[in-house]
């Protein structure tokens, strides 16, 4: 008699039922043991990693190596491998080979750092007197009342008063000494050319308060006389300040901007210019009974003309 195979297992057991001695012969089942992968047989492609497989036969003396291919996604997350290949980013084009030709530009680093230096002058005396600063630019567009209550407060600030005017003859200095020297109206040196400018303007304003001082006091004048003093040292502490960025363009801007910047400037300095005489000839028809006309004819005498014969004898011995 033949049992009945159980399926719930891979390996059934088989009795054989045999009249030997009246005992069933029992075989037992064989077990297959599991195929061992060897890790050492590992080997790593850059495109698939490849696996080695060694199955063991029943016999145990053959051993089968089997190849199991295994594919790897191998695409370039990095941050230049996703760029690389952009529109932008031709590194794959041919290349584009420019010839220029070289540029001797002159060194400005001394002018650099000398006009940061009036730079912060300017704002040393901004933060050191804040309300003088504020003063100087409120006395040109006030009543004739708050007027005078601001000029006397002007006047009685004599240090910052004087730094005004350093900055001004600094400032104005550094104008003219750019201005020739861009426009090659001399030959020399520049930093020669601008202690020339300085020492112009400082001669030609510490003159004309000496001429104004001894005028008041020969006519006995003096209030006059030093309200337009007064007037023409105002104006030239704000033209101080005002040149001060036209410098700066001028220093570093290309030709174009240059030259928009200097009509500009000559522009503003005759309004400036006219404003200034049209306050001075008020505030000295105020007390002297003079025509219009006695006051352009002793503006033409006696401050365009010196100052026009002087800067053409500094500019012709500064050439010579």
């Given at each position: 008699m033949f049992a009945q195979a159980d399926t719930a297992t891979i390996d059934t057991i088989k009795i054989h039922k045999r009249k030997v001695n009246d005992s069933p012969t029992i075989i037992k089942p064989i077990i297959k043991?599991?195929?061992?992968?060897?890790?050492?047989?590992?080997?790593?492609?850059?495109?698939?990693?490849?696996?080695?497989?060694?199955?063991?036969?029943?016999?145990?003396?053959?051993?089968?190596?089997?190849?199991?291919?295994?594919?790897?996604?191998t695409k370039d997350t990095s941050t230049f491998a996703a760029i690389i290949h952009h529109k932008y980013f031709p590194l794959e084009n041919n290349k584009v080979f420019m010839i220029t030709k070289w540029q001797n530009l002159p060194n400005k680093d001394i002018l650099f750092y000398s006009l940061l230096i009036l730079v912060g002058f300017l704002a040393i005396i901004k933060l050191s007197f804040t309300k003088y600063f504020s003063n100087i630019f409120k006395q040109i567009f006030q009543y004739s009342h708050k007027q005078r209550q601001t000029q006397e407060q002007i006047i009685q600030n004599n240090f910052p008063s004087l730094l005004m005017n350093f900055l001004f003859v600094l400032s104005g200095g550094m104008f003219i000494a750019l201005l020739a020297y861009n426009r090659h109206w001399v030959n020399t040196n520049f930093w020669l050319l601008l202690l020339y400018s300085c020492i112009l303007l400082a001669s030609i304003y510490l003159l004309k308060f000496v001429f104004l001082s001894f005028f008041g006091w020969v006519f006995n004048a003096k209030d006059t006389t030093d309200n337009y003093t007064f007037i023409v040292f105002l104006i030239n502490k704000i033209i101080g300040v005002i040149l001060i960025p036209i410098t700066i363009i001028i220093a570093f801007a290309t030709s174009k901007i240059v030259d928009a910047s200097i009509s500009i400037t000559f522009l503003l300095l005759i309004i400036i210019f006219i404003y200034r005489y049209w306050l001075s000839y008020k505030a000295i028809r105020n007390t002297i009974k003079v025509s219009s006309l006695r006051f352009f004819l002793y503006l033409c005498a006696v401050e365009i003309l010196p100052l026009t014969i002087l800067y053409k004898a500094v500019f012709n011995f500064i050439q010579g």
């Amino acid at each position: 008699m033949f049992a009945q195979a159980d399926t719930a297992t891979i390996d059934t057991i088989k009795i054989h039922k045999r009249k030997v001695n009246d005992s069933p012969t029992i075989i037992k089942p064989i077990i297959k043991p599991k195929p061992q992968v060897d890790s050492s047989t590992i080997l790593i492609n850059t495109d698939s990693i490849i696996l080695i497989d060694t199955s063991i036969t029943e016999n145990k003396d053959s051993i089968t190596n089997v190849v199991i291919p295994v594919s790897i996604n191998t695409k370039d997350t990095s941050t230049f491998a996703a760029i690389i290949h952009h529109k932008y980013f031709p590194l794959e084009n041919n290349k584009v080979f420019m010839i220029t030709k070289w540029q001797n530009l002159p060194n400005k680093d001394i002018l650099f750092y000398s006009l940061l230096i009036l730079v912060g002058f300017l704002a040393i005396i901004k933060l050191s007197f804040t309300k003088y600063f504020s003063n100087i630019f409120k006395q040109i567009f006030q009543y004739s009342h708050k007027q005078r209550q601001t000029q006397e407060q002007i006047i009685q600030n004599n240090f910052p008063s004087l730094l005004m005017n350093f900055l001004f003859v600094l400032s104005g200095g550094m104008f003219i000494a750019l201005l020739a020297y861009n426009r090659h109206w001399v030959n020399t040196n520049f930093w020669l050319l601008l202690l020339y400018s300085c020492i112009l303007l400082a001669s030609i304003y510490l003159l004309k308060f000496v001429f104004l001082s001894f005028f008041g006091w020969v006519f006995n004048a003096k209030d006059t006389t030093d309200n337009y003093t007064f007037i023409v040292f105002l104006i030239n502490k704000i033209i101080g300040v005002i040149l001060i960025p036209i410098t700066i363009i001028i220093a570093f801007a290309t030709s174009k901007i240059v030259d928009a910047s200097i009509s500009i400037t000559f522009l503003l300095l005759i309004i400036i210019f006219i404003y200034r005489y049209w306050l001075s000839y008020k505030a000295i028809r105020n007390t002297i009974k003079v025509s219009s006309l006695r006051f352009f004819l002793y503006l033409c005498a006696v401050e365009i003309l010196p100052l026009t014969i002087l800067y053409k004898a500094v500019f012709n011995f500064i050439q010579g």
